[in-house]
Protein backbone atom coordinates (compact mmCIF):
# COMPACT_ATOMS: atom_id res chain seq x y z
CA UNK A 1 0.00 0.00 0.00
CA UNK A 2 1.24 3.53 -0.86
CA UNK A 3 0.53 6.48 1.87
CA UNK A 4 -1.20 8.57 -0.68
CA UNK A 5 -4.41 7.87 0.04
CA UNK A 6 -3.80 7.86 3.63
CA UNK A 7 -2.79 11.49 3.21
CA UNK A 8 -5.98 12.29 1.64
CA UNK A 9 -7.75 10.87 4.02
CA UNK A 10 -6.20 13.27 6.49
CA UNK A 11 -6.55 15.69 4.54
CA UNK A 12 -10.41 15.24 3.75
CA UNK A 13 -10.64 15.15 8.06
CA UNK A 14 -8.93 18.76 8.58
CA UNK A 15 -11.16 20.34 5.88
CA UNK A 16 -13.38 21.49 8.04
CA UNK A 17 -11.38 22.80 11.12
CA UNK A 18 -11.49 24.33 13.72
CA UNK A 19 -15.07 22.47 15.19
CA UNK A 20 -17.39 24.55 16.50
CA UNK A 21 -18.16 25.45 20.06
CA UNK A 22 -21.70 23.82 20.35
CA UNK A 23 -19.28 20.81 19.33
CA UNK A 24 -16.63 21.59 21.95
CA UNK A 25 -19.42 21.87 24.47
CA UNK A 26 -20.58 18.23 23.66
CA UNK A 27 -17.67 17.03 25.28
CA UNK A 28 -16.45 19.10 27.25
CA UNK A 29 -18.14 17.74 30.38
CA UNK A 30 -15.66 14.66 29.67
CA UNK A 31 -12.52 16.21 28.64
CA UNK A 32 -10.16 17.85 30.90
CA UNK A 33 -8.94 20.79 28.38
CA UNK A 34 -10.41 23.91 27.29
CA UNK A 35 -11.30 24.43 23.70
CA UNK A 36 -7.98 26.33 22.76
CA UNK A 37 -5.73 23.61 24.32
CA UNK A 38 -7.39 20.80 23.06
CA UNK A 39 -6.89 22.26 19.72
CA UNK A 40 -3.44 23.15 20.03
CA UNK A 41 -2.82 19.45 20.92
CA UNK A 42 -4.37 18.45 17.67
CA UNK A 43 -1.01 19.04 15.39
CA UNK A 44 1.17 17.05 18.09
CA UNK A 45 -1.08 13.52 18.03
CA UNK A 46 -1.44 13.84 14.53
CA UNK A 47 2.42 13.95 14.21
CA UNK A 48 2.59 10.56 16.46
CA UNK A 49 -0.17 8.91 14.55
CA UNK A 50 1.34 9.75 11.24
CA UNK A 51 4.96 8.61 12.32
CA UNK A 52 3.87 5.17 13.84
CA UNK A 53 0.87 3.89 11.64
CA UNK A 54 3.88 2.92 8.81
CA UNK A 55 4.67 -0.44 7.01
CA UNK A 56 7.30 -1.26 9.87
CA UNK A 57 5.10 -1.19 12.67
CA UNK A 58 3.44 -4.50 11.11
CA UNK A 59 6.94 -6.19 11.51
CA UNK A 60 6.46 -5.88 15.29
CA UNK A 61 2.89 -6.36 15.76
CA UNK A 62 -0.05 -9.30 15.84
CA UNK A 63 -1.32 -7.82 12.53
CA UNK A 64 2.10 -8.76 10.12
CA UNK A 65 0.88 -12.65 11.23
CA UNK A 66 -2.56 -11.64 9.08
CA UNK A 67 -0.98 -10.10 6.16
CA UNK A 68 0.46 -13.18 4.63
CA UNK A 69 -3.47 -14.77 4.13
CA UNK A 70 -4.13 -14.37 0.33
CA UNK A 71 -7.87 -15.19 0.68
CA UNK A 72 -10.29 -12.71 2.84
CA UNK A 73 -11.91 -15.64 4.85
CA UNK A 74 -8.61 -16.35 6.36
CA UNK A 75 -7.72 -13.04 7.22
CA UNK A 76 -10.61 -12.34 8.74
CA UNK A 77 -10.34 -15.88 11.06
CA UNK A 78 -6.53 -15.13 11.29
CA UNK A 79 -7.37 -11.45 12.63
CA UNK A 80 -9.83 -12.41 15.14
CA UNK A 81 -7.70 -14.73 16.95
CA UNK A 82 -4.67 -12.63 16.86
CA UNK A 83 -7.11 -10.01 18.29
CA UNK A 84 -7.98 -12.19 21.20
CA UNK A 85 -4.52 -13.06 21.71
CA UNK A 86 -3.44 -9.29 22.08
CA UNK A 87 -2.87 -9.45 25.78
CA UNK A 88 0.68 -8.58 27.09
CA UNK A 89 3.78 -8.26 24.85
CA UNK A 90 3.58 -8.09 21.14
CA UNK A 91 6.26 -10.36 20.50
CA UNK A 92 4.60 -12.88 22.94
CA UNK A 93 1.20 -12.45 21.33
CA UNK A 94 2.96 -12.79 18.05
CA UNK A 95 4.82 -16.28 18.93
CA UNK A 96 1.48 -17.54 20.39
CA UNK A 97 -0.43 -16.55 17.47
CA UNK A 98 1.89 -18.18 14.98
CA UNK A 99 1.91 -20.61 17.25
CA UNK A 100 -1.85 -21.56 16.64
CA UNK A 101 -2.01 -21.40 12.95
CA UNK A 102 0.49 -24.06 12.53
CA UNK A 103 -2.44 -26.30 13.05
CA UNK A 104 -4.84 -24.45 11.03
CA UNK A 105 -2.57 -24.35 8.30
CA UNK A 106 -2.70 -21.92 5.22
CA UNK A 107 -6.48 -21.97 4.57
CA UNK A 108 -8.17 -21.67 7.96
CA UNK A 109 -11.22 -21.51 7.51
CA UNK A 110 -11.36 -24.72 5.27
CA UNK A 111 -9.64 -26.45 8.26
CA UNK A 112 -12.19 -24.63 10.66
CA UNK A 113 -14.86 -26.34 8.47
CA UNK A 114 -13.50 -29.61 7.75
CA UNK A 115 -12.08 -30.73 11.36
CA UNK A 116 -13.48 -31.28 14.41
CA UNK A 117 -13.34 -30.60 17.96
CA UNK A 118 -11.78 -33.55 19.47
CA UNK A 119 -9.25 -32.52 16.56
CA UNK A 120 -9.23 -29.38 18.04
CA UNK A 121 -8.86 -30.75 21.70
CA UNK A 122 -5.63 -32.42 20.16
CA UNK A 123 -4.19 -29.82 18.46
CA UNK A 124 -4.24 -27.39 21.58
CA UNK A 125 -4.21 -29.78 24.59
CA UNK A 126 -0.67 -28.00 25.93
CA UNK A 127 -1.75 -24.47 24.52
CA UNK A 128 -0.64 -21.73 27.33
CA UNK A 129 -1.04 -17.93 27.28
CA UNK A 130 -1.64 -15.39 29.75
CA UNK A 131 -4.93 -17.29 31.00
CA UNK A 132 -5.82 -18.96 27.84
CA UNK A 133 -5.92 -22.53 27.62
CA UNK A 134 -7.44 -25.38 25.27
CA UNK A 135 -10.86 -24.67 26.61
CA UNK A 136 -10.58 -21.04 25.48
CA UNK A 137 -9.08 -21.71 21.87
CA UNK A 138 -11.85 -24.55 21.38
CA UNK A 139 -14.82 -22.39 22.24
CA UNK A 140 -13.33 -19.68 20.02
CA UNK A 141 -13.10 -22.39 16.84
CA UNK A 142 -16.50 -23.55 17.78
CA UNK A 143 -17.97 -19.91 17.55
CA UNK A 144 -15.87 -18.91 14.31
CA UNK A 145 -16.91 -22.30 12.56
CA UNK A 146 -21.08 -21.58 13.62
CA UNK A 147 -20.82 -18.48 12.06
CA UNK A 148 -19.29 -19.10 9.20
CA UNK A 149 -21.63 -22.38 8.87
CA UNK A 150 -24.56 -19.06 9.09
CA UNK A 151 -22.98 -16.54 7.02
CA UNK A 152 -19.85 -17.42 4.72
CA UNK A 153 -17.87 -14.59 6.06
CA UNK A 154 -17.27 -13.16 9.57
CA UNK A 155 -18.79 -9.72 7.72
CA UNK A 156 -21.61 -10.94 7.30
CA UNK A 157 -21.91 -11.99 10.76
CA UNK A 158 -20.77 -8.15 12.18
CA UNK A 159 -22.87 -6.82 9.08
CA UNK A 160 -26.52 -8.40 10.34
CA UNK A 161 -25.03 -7.79 13.92
CA UNK A 162 -24.99 -3.81 12.73
CA UNK A 163 -28.43 -4.17 11.16
CA UNK A 164 -29.94 -5.64 14.09
CA UNK A 165 -29.41 -2.98 16.21
CA UNK A 166 -30.53 0.26 13.49
CA UNK A 167 -26.62 0.41 12.79
CA UNK A 168 -25.92 1.94 15.80
CA UNK A 169 -22.16 1.66 16.75
CA UNK A 170 -22.73 2.30 20.72
CA UNK A 171 -24.65 -1.31 20.62
CA UNK A 172 -22.48 -3.26 17.96
CA UNK A 173 -20.30 -4.91 20.55
CA UNK A 174 -22.81 -5.87 22.64
CA UNK A 175 -25.18 -7.55 20.20
CA UNK A 176 -21.62 -9.67 18.50
CA UNK A 177 -20.43 -10.47 21.77
CA UNK A 178 -24.37 -12.35 22.15
CA UNK A 179 -24.48 -13.70 18.65
CA UNK A 180 -20.66 -15.32 18.91
CA UNK A 181 -21.67 -16.69 22.67
CA UNK A 182 -24.86 -18.14 21.38
CA UNK A 183 -22.78 -19.41 18.66
CA UNK A 184 -19.74 -21.03 20.59
CA UNK A 185 -22.33 -22.81 23.12
CA UNK A 186 -21.69 -24.31 25.34
CA UNK A 187 -19.85 -21.07 26.03
CA UNK A 188 -17.29 -21.77 29.14
CA UNK A 189 -17.78 -19.54 32.26
CA UNK A 190 -13.89 -18.65 31.99
CA UNK A 191 -13.84 -17.90 28.95
CA UNK A 192 -16.21 -14.99 29.54
CA UNK A 193 -12.92 -13.13 30.31
CA UNK A 194 -12.06 -12.89 26.36
CA UNK A 195 -15.79 -12.37 24.98
CA UNK A 196 -17.54 -10.28 28.04
CA UNK A 197 -21.47 -10.70 28.04
CA UNK A 198 -23.29 -8.07 26.52
CA UNK A 199 -24.41 -6.74 29.88
CA UNK A 200 -20.72 -6.55 31.38
CA UNK A 201 -20.26 -3.35 29.83
CA UNK A 202 -16.65 -3.77 29.12
CA UNK A 203 -14.57 -1.72 26.43
CA UNK A 204 -14.16 -4.54 24.51
CA UNK A 205 -10.53 -3.50 23.60
CA UNK A 206 -9.82 -6.65 21.57
CA UNK A 207 -12.71 -6.83 19.47
CA UNK A 208 -12.38 -2.76 18.33
CA UNK A 209 -9.09 -3.62 17.48
CA UNK A 210 -10.06 -6.26 15.07
CA UNK A 211 -12.35 -3.77 13.78
CA UNK A 212 -10.14 -1.07 13.37
CA UNK A 213 -7.92 -4.08 11.68
CA UNK A 214 -10.76 -5.06 9.32
CA UNK A 215 -12.26 -2.15 8.37
CA UNK A 216 -9.85 1.11 8.18
CA UNK A 217 -8.26 1.77 5.05
CA UNK A 218 -6.32 3.75 2.84
CA UNK A 219 -3.30 3.30 5.06
CA UNK A 220 -0.10 0.95 4.81
CA UNK A 221 -1.16 -1.16 8.43
CA UNK A 222 -4.65 -1.78 8.58
CA UNK A 223 -6.47 -4.04 6.08
CA UNK A 224 -9.21 -2.47 5.14
CA UNK A 225 -11.12 -5.08 3.54
CA UNK A 226 -14.99 -4.59 4.97
CA UNK A 227 -17.37 -2.14 4.75
CA UNK A 228 -20.48 -2.53 6.66
CA UNK A 229 -19.40 0.41 9.15
CA UNK A 230 -17.41 3.49 8.02
CA UNK A 231 -14.23 4.22 9.86
CA UNK A 232 -16.03 7.10 11.37
CA UNK A 233 -18.07 5.15 13.64
CA UNK A 234 -15.24 3.05 14.68
CA UNK A 235 -14.53 3.21 18.74
CA UNK A 236 -11.15 3.70 19.99
CA UNK A 237 -9.41 0.17 21.47
CA UNK A 238 -9.25 1.27 25.40
CA UNK A 239 -6.75 -0.54 27.42
CA UNK A 240 -4.79 0.65 30.10
CA UNK A 241 -2.56 1.74 28.32
CA UNK A 242 -4.33 3.95 26.23
CA UNK A 243 -6.44 4.69 29.37
CA UNK A 244 -3.76 6.55 31.32
CA UNK A 245 -1.93 8.27 28.24
CA UNK A 246 -5.57 9.84 27.85
CA UNK A 247 -6.14 10.94 31.05
CA UNK A 248 -2.41 12.16 31.11
CA UNK A 249 -2.75 14.32 28.23
CA UNK A 250 -6.42 16.09 29.39
CA UNK A 251 -8.52 13.85 26.40
CA UNK A 252 -10.76 12.04 29.21
CA UNK A 253 -11.67 12.42 32.91
CA UNK A 254 -13.34 9.22 33.67
CA UNK A 255 -10.98 6.94 35.82
CA UNK A 256 -12.64 3.38 34.42
CA UNK A 257 -11.90 1.85 31.49
CA UNK A 258 -14.97 0.58 30.46
CA UNK A 259 -17.57 1.19 27.80
CA UNK A 260 -18.57 4.69 28.96
CA UNK A 261 -15.02 5.77 28.88
CA UNK A 262 -15.04 4.30 25.24
CA UNK A 263 -17.64 6.12 23.96
CA UNK A 264 -16.52 9.51 25.91
CA UNK A 265 -12.27 9.49 24.45
CA UNK A 266 -14.09 8.60 21.11
CA UNK A 267 -16.11 11.43 20.88
CA UNK A 268 -12.99 13.66 21.75
CA UNK A 269 -11.03 12.16 19.43
CA UNK A 270 -13.90 12.88 17.03
CA UNK A 271 -13.94 16.12 17.67
CA UNK A 272 -9.88 16.20 16.97
CA UNK A 273 -10.83 13.91 13.41
CA UNK A 274 -14.04 13.35 12.49
CA UNK A 275 -13.57 11.20 9.82
CA UNK A 276 -11.37 9.02 11.70
CA UNK A 277 -10.82 9.04 15.01
CA UNK A 278 -9.23 6.15 15.87
CA UNK A 279 -6.26 6.79 14.34
CA UNK A 280 -4.96 8.00 17.28
CA UNK A 281 -4.84 4.71 18.62
CA UNK A 282 -1.20 4.94 16.68
CA UNK A 283 -0.18 8.08 18.75
CA UNK A 284 -1.29 5.89 22.22
CA UNK A 285 1.21 3.69 20.79
CA UNK A 286 3.92 6.12 19.66
CA UNK A 287 3.56 8.03 23.18
CA UNK A 288 3.79 5.02 24.68
CA UNK A 289 7.02 3.90 23.31
CA UNK A 290 8.75 7.36 23.43
CA UNK A 291 7.64 7.90 26.57
CA UNK A 292 7.11 11.47 25.39
CA UNK A 293 5.40 14.55 27.80
CA UNK A 294 3.98 17.65 26.43
Same mark, same amino acid.
Given at each position: ???????????????????SRAAYREISSYCALSKPKL??????????AARFEEPRYIENDPIGVVV????????????????????????????????????????????????????????????????FNVIDIVAFLRGLKVLLQQ?????????????????????????????????????? =? $????????? @??? +???? !????? /?????????????????????????????????????????? =? $????????? @??? +???? !????? /????????????????????
Open positions: MTNTPHSSRNHESNASWPPEALKPWLDNHGYEEAVDREIVAFLAAMMAWGRREIVIQKTLLLMENLGPHPALTLRETSEEQWMQWFASFRHRTGETLETIWKECFDAVQQDPVCLMSEFQRRFRAAAEPFP =K $RTSRHISTP @ESK +TASK !RLWMY /LRWMVRSGGPVDLGQWTFISPSQLRIPLDVHVGRQSRRLGLL =K $RKANDALAV @EQL +TSVL !RYLDP /LDPVKYDYAFLGIGIEGESL
